[in-house]
Nanobody, 123 residues
Framework: VQLQASGGGLVQAGNSLRLSCAAS????????MGWFRQAPGKEREFVAA????????SLADSVKGRFTISKDNAKNTVWMQVNSLKPEDTAVYYC?????????????????WGQGTQVTVLQ
């Protein structure tokens, strides 16, 4: 699976972005999709994931109520709407794909990774 993330940018706190991840090379409905982020000097952390069908999602506690994840299997695309951004959301955001049959949150469960898109939130 090849993944291409986009949609990052430089925004003021409180603003929104919509991150996209386009996939190719494998039937999109056969993978769980996830978003992770990594800030400078920190480990990569789970942000959100969505099941193969799109019917089940998981969000990190730190983003619940602000971020949502969705996918369109026909378009081979997953999105993450990020609202009410905070400076602590600043990171490189990565999309990833997993062959797991249920939603998983550990980065070790994801076999395929995109190149990342930078999100910078100014105070």
């Amino acid at each position: 699976v090849q993944l291409q993330a986009s949609g990052g940018g430089l925004v003021q706190a409180g603003n929104s972005l919509r991150l996209s991840c386009a996939a190719s090379g494998r039937t999109f409905s056969s993978v769980v999709m996830g978003w992770f982020r990594q800030a400078p000097g920190k480990e990569r952390e789970f942000v959100a994931a969505i099941s193969r069908s799109g019917g089940s999602t998981s969000l990190a506690d730190s983003v619940k109520g602000r971020f949502t994840i969705s996918k369109d299997n026909a378009k081979n695309t997953v999105w993450m709407q990020v609202n009410s951004l905070k400076p602590e959301d600043t990171a490189v955001y990565y999309c990833a794909a997993s062959s797991a049959y249920v939603v998983v949150t550990s980065p070790t469960r994801y076999e395929y990774w995109g190149q990342g898109t930078q999100v910078t939130v100014l105070q």
